[in-house]
């Protein structure tokens, strides 16, 4: 378990900020404002952004001071995707230039994409994660947000999946997300056509909680995380979660499985809480922590390693 900071707003990070909420706040807040941050450069995704982005879901998906976390982009921009300059691949990890055909074989086995490397550290946060997306977004710059729990988009905002245009393919376990969050269809329009668009597009809409103008996104982004922070369970939305995106494949096998993780919960603290705070007609105080308090079922599904060989194993896949 990595330490946890005194302050996440002292923390010496060049591609991205964070915030406690309120900013004046000398300790972590319950919500946990997270900003892309490259003035100049509309918030390109870079390998430095992304190994900070992963250590700092990592660290506060462990964090009991943490109840939610908001990301946003610095500026008018969310994030214009890759840095094409920066790097001609992001998704390398090794550090090396293989040079023989043993080398360049097994770099590719071991490729993993930094995208990638990103969503499943916000796939695996424990906290509900909210995308506050002020301004366009495309390639990673959308892709990152996909697993999030709720999107709040700009109505000014540019949307693309364009990877058919950079002769690349969907990235950052995006062809996981995103035919599940908008179905099969919308997303092989938008992959197919490699297009930008608005983001009130019909094609775009079941991506979006709400579409608010430019100026409120970030503040309404806060008003949901400040409720979700205030009033709900972190381990019950964390385990909802995961009998979304981890469940199994059929009604029957879902019975069984959310039996057993009803069961445990319905014992746990923090129902007693809930139920309590509602007949005395006060607000909650959910104290769970799925470090300390999730059920012994879980988690109930097979874990991939997908630690490269430099790392500190091998892939499963």
């Not at 610095?74 to 040079?99: K, N, Q, T, W, Y």
């Not at 393919?169 to 329009?189: Q, T």
């Not at 056509?193 to 909680?209: A, Q």
């Amino acid at each position: 378990m990595p330490s946890l900071p005194e302050s996440y707003s002292s923390l010496p990070l060049q591609h991205i900020r964070i915030s406690h909420v309120p900013a004046t706040s000398p300790t972590p807040t319950p919500v946990i404002l997270i900003t892309l941050y490259r003035p100049g450069k509309h918030n390109a995704f870079t390998e430095t952004m992304a190994i900070e982005l992963e250590t700092a879901f990592t660290t506060l998906s462990l964090d009991p001071r943490v109840k939610t976390i908001v990301v946003t982009g610095h500026g008018r921009i969310f994030c214009a995707g890759a840095d094409l300059e920066a790097s001609s691949d992001l998704s390398s990890s090794s550090p090396s230039s293989p040079s023989s055909t043993a080398d360049i074989n097994n770099a590719r086995r071991n490729h993993r994409d930094t995208g990638g490397r990103v969503t499943l550290a916000i796939h695996r946060c424990s906290k509900p994660v909210i995308a506050a997306i002020n301004g366009s977004a495309v390639g990673v710059g959308i892709t990152m947000t996909l697993p999030m729990s709720i999107r709040v988009v700009s109505s000014s905002a540019k949307i693309g999946f364009v990877f058919a245009r950079r002769g690349i393919v969907m990235e950052a376990a995006s062809s996981y997300f995103l035919p599940r969050l908008i179905g099969l269809s919308r997303a092989m329009h938008l992959v197919t056509t490699g297009s930008v668009y608005p983001s009130t597009s019909p094609l775009l809409s079941s991506l979006f909680s709400e579409v608010v103008a430019q100026g409120s996104v970030l503040d309404r982004a806060l008003e949901i995380a400040a409720d979700v922070a205030a009033n709900t369970s972190t381990v019950s939305t964390a385990l909802m979660l995961d009998l979304m995106w981890r469940g199994p494949g059929s009604a029957e096998e879902a019975h069984l499985l959310d039996s057993k993780v009803l069961k445990e919960v319905f014992e746990g603290a923090d129902k007693k809480e809930g139920v309590e705070s509602f007949l005395e007609k006060r607000d909650p105080r959910f104290e769970g922590d799925m470090g300390r308090d999730a059920p012994s079922v879980w988690p109930w599904w097979g874990a991939v390693d997908v630690r490269n060989k430099e790392g500190e194993g091998r892939s499963k896949l």
